[in-house]
């Protein structure tokens, strides 16, 4: 069971991040004066839109927690956005979203929350196999569970507009077969006054990552629903395949990438799902382009092409997934809201 760093991710030098000034230093302690309990700072994992994640050891207990740290001086305050959208998700139960465990300030430095710890990304254990793609069997679990977790957001009213594998992680211990969807540093509210679908803007600025971009994304378009899962799709056919048509350009080649994802609606349609279940990626790209701004896409539709895809492919619910192959898969399970002969 891998919890930890990758082998790959053990072999390579460590980026060291130093915290700026105002935010917490390593063995400092934060007071949280809400729940009036102090954490210790242990160490950065990493940097996000907001400021830093830092692990952090709970005084009394010993547990350990992952503390987002934003310093007041930021005009957008990222940290409220977060935990807005994580404790929304705590109310409908959904298993994907971490667990806001407390929150408070430091006053005149910095707003933090902790928050349940979670294991490696999609991205490294994607990329810690031998041909850095998943076996299909694994790949259609970690479609299942990630087109859940996007169904979950959007049922609270949020877009991510940033998905990709950097975004997924999986749990710890029990639920390290669980995948839990992060950042969201990107994402945004669609409707207007908790009822309404905000009418879309005329122009709307870069937002998200090249390679899993939507089509809406590069026209500087409003992204809806649809787009988050037409990023979706791109990630699972990278995760299944190891590759995409634009996988080569730079993160800069924006148009040369919009291009190659047009033409991969017809001229490079096979070039595309080359290595996939073919079906099933294919009719889900073919209905998520005839949605519109305001559809509610079809989860379950889509949710259903998945599991065709497993049943053709003779596969079991338990099969083991490639980063635990010695124990039966555990992890969420995709609670349809139809049902189907």
């Known amino acids: 069971m891998q919890n930890g760093p990758t082998s790959r991710e053990k072999t390579e030098k460590e980026k060291v991040i130093e915290p700026p000034p105002g935010l917490p230093k390593l063995g400092e302690e934060v007071h949280s004066q809400e729940a009036k309990i102090e954490y210790e700072i242990i160490k950065v994992l990493g940097q996000g839109t907001f400021g830093l994640v830092y692990l952090a050891r709970r005084r009394g207990d010993g547990r350990q927690f992952a503390m987002k740290c934003e310093h007041m001086a930021v005009k957008r305050r990222f940290i409220k956005l977060e935990c807005g959208v994580l404790e929304a998700a ?158 080569a350009c730079k993160g800069a080649e924006r148009d040369k990438m919009r291009a190659l994802k047009a033409d991969s609606r017809d001229k490079l349609r096979s070039q595309l799902f080359e290595g996939c279940p073919v079906q099933a990626y294919s009719r889900i790209l073919t209905y998520l382009d005839k949605l519109d701004y305001k559809d509610i896409p079809d989860y379950d539709y889509v ?4 599991d065709i895809a497993r049943e053709e492919n003779g596969l079991s619910y338990c099969d083991p997934v490639d980063w635990d192959p010695s124990q039966p898969y555990h992890g969420a399970r995709y609670v349809p809201e139809r049902k189907f002969d």
């Not at 390290?176 to 600025?205: V, W």
């Not at 949710?303 to 998945?306: A, E, N, P, S, V």
């Open 90 to 247: 705590f109310n409908i139960q959904s298993p994907h979203f971490c667990k806001v465990i407390d929150k408070g300030a430091v006053a005149d430095r910095f707003n933090f929350f902790t928050m349940t710890l979670l294991g490696p990304n999609i991205w490294h254990l994607r990329r810690d196999r031998k041909y850095q793609r998943f076996s299909i069997n694994t790949a259609l679990k970690v479609a299942e569970q990630t087109l859940q977790a996007i169904r979950d957001l959007h049922r609270i009213g949020w877009l991510h507009r940033d998905i990709k594998p950097l975004n997924f992680t999986i749990g710890r211990d029990e639920e390290s077969h669980t995948i839990f969807i992060i950042d969201f540093g990107m994402a945004r509210c669609f409707k207007q006054d908790g009822k309404e679908i905000r009418n879309p803007r005329l122009y709307c600025p870069w937002r998200g990552t090249g390679r899993y971009a939507p089509l809406t994304a590069h026209r500087h378009e409003e992204q809806s629903r649809r787009d988050d899962v037409e990023s979706w799709l791109y990630m699972m056919i990278e995760l299944t395949s190891g590759k995409l048509p634009w996988k």
């Open 303 to 306: 949710w259903k092409m998945l």
